[in-house]
T-cell receptor, first 120, second 116 residues
Framework: DARVTQTPRHKVTEMGQEVTMRCQPILGHNTVFWYRQTMMQGLELLAYFRNRAPLDDSGMPKDRFSAEMPDATLATLKIQPSEPRDSAVYFC??????????????????FGPGTRLTVL | GENVEQHPSTLSVQEGDSAVIKCTYSDSASNYFPWYKQELGKGPQLIIDIRSNVGEKKDQRIAVTLNKTAKHFSLHITETQPEDSAVYFCAALSFDRSGGYNKLIFGAGTRLAVHP
């Protein structure tokens, strides 16, 4: 049963500390997404990778957030320094890039269980 | 860019009744519309999707309808059960012209409660 895995599932840290969240996409998927979920903002797209290359990170505060894919089996989201307003659930999602010849492309996305981050 | 609106924000039904959640989108070029179910403490799970070349799709007790002219799509759950209680999200695939790629734009979610 292929699924996206994320670690840690929960993280409590103090303001100013560095936080690293990890994601293992489903084997064979070549698109990876990072989302942040809060009650106020819903699901916000933070970053989007295709074939390990970042295509869009406009949703991330650049001064403190960074996202990377060191290899096809690992995506990381780092916050340094963390702030209380970063408290949220962070989801990673992966998907196959389906491109039909001459037709539109679709982006099915499969979500991981999330990392619940609390910054005190 | 694409904007997706979802209604209602909360929905309460009795077990066995039907539930309908509606979404509208703004980008007429959108061609893929998935629905996600999120249970407490879990990530959103894809439950059904529809592509713009069909008007309706069914999978057991759930169905999705799409009206491209009116730019709206709906999720229908029949014979609801307590385990259907969750937050449901609709989404629309939108082409980001500046980046040259597709991305999903999500609705704000509907909290469905099914009472025994």
């Amino acid at each position: 049963d292929a699924r996206v895995t994320q670690t840690p599932r929960h993280k409590v840290t103090e303001m100013g500390q560095e936080v690293t969240m990890r994601c293992q996409p489903i084997l064979g998927h070549n698109t990876v997404f990072w989302y942040r979920q809060t009650m106020m903002q819903g699901l916000e797209l933070l970053a989007y990778f295709r074939n390990r290359a970042p295509l869009d990170d406009s949703g991330m505060p650049k001064d403190r957030f960074s996202a990377e894919m060191p290899d096809a089996t690992l995506a990381t989201l780092k916050i340094q320094p963390s702030e209380p307003r970063d408290s949220a659930v962070y989801f990673c999602a992966s998907g196959p890039l389906n491109v039909r010849s001459g037709g539109p492309s679709y982006n099915e996305q499969f979500f991981g269980p999330g990392t619940r981050l609390t910054v005190l | 860019g694409e904007n997706v609106e979802q209604h209602p924000s909360t929905l309460s039904v009795q077990e066995g009744d039907s539930a309908v959640i509606k979404c509208t989108y703004s980008d007429s070029a959108s061609n893929y519309f998935p629905w996600y179910k999120q249970e407490l403490g879990k990530g959103p799970q894809l439950i059904i999707d529809i592509r713009s070349n069909v008007g309706e799709k069914k999978d057991q007790r759930i169905a999705v309808t799409l009206n491209k002219t009116a730019k709206h799509f709906s999720l229908h759950i029949t014979e609801t059960q307590p385990e259907d209680s969750a937050v449901y999200f609709c989404a629309a695939l939108s082409f980001d012209r500046s980046g040259g790629y597709n991305k999903l734009i999500f609705g704000a979610g509907t909290r469905l409660a099914v009472h025994p």
